[in-house]
């Protein structure tokens, strides 16, 4: 809908944001209540760049493999699968928590 037609105060002036599903049907995309777009990933996802900063917390239900060059989390970090860090580095300035293995070639 097009406010505009309704309304001319800047300030009242919205729009709606939408994304393809699975299904082919568009879906809006919603925020959080601090203006936060959740994402949530069903599949694999590869991270290759040459760094990742993560702000906030990470939950990952599956296996992870990063290999960036460095890796900062702010944040924490839970894991309930394996996870395989080949990073340079890794610096976490929060809490990690691991339910099963962590294996990483590089030593701390």
Request: glycine letters at 8%.
């Amino acid at each position: 809908m097009n406010n505009l037609v309704f309304n001319t105060e800047a300030e009242q002036l919205k729009t709606s944001i939408y994304a393809q599903a699975p299904d082919s049907s568009f879906q809006a995309i919603q925020s959080d209540a601090d203006g936060n777009i959740g994402v949530a990933v069903g599949n694999a996802v590869t991270i290759a760049n040459n760094s990742l900063t993560v702000a906030g917390s990470v939950t990952v239900g599956n296996a992870v493999t990063i290999a960036n060059d460095s890796l900062t989390v702010a944040g924490s970090v839970t894991v309930g699968n394996a996870v395989t860090i080949a990073n340079n580095s890794l610096t976490v300035a929060g809490s990690v928590t691991v339910g099963n293995a962590v294996t990483s070639p590089t030593t701390a």
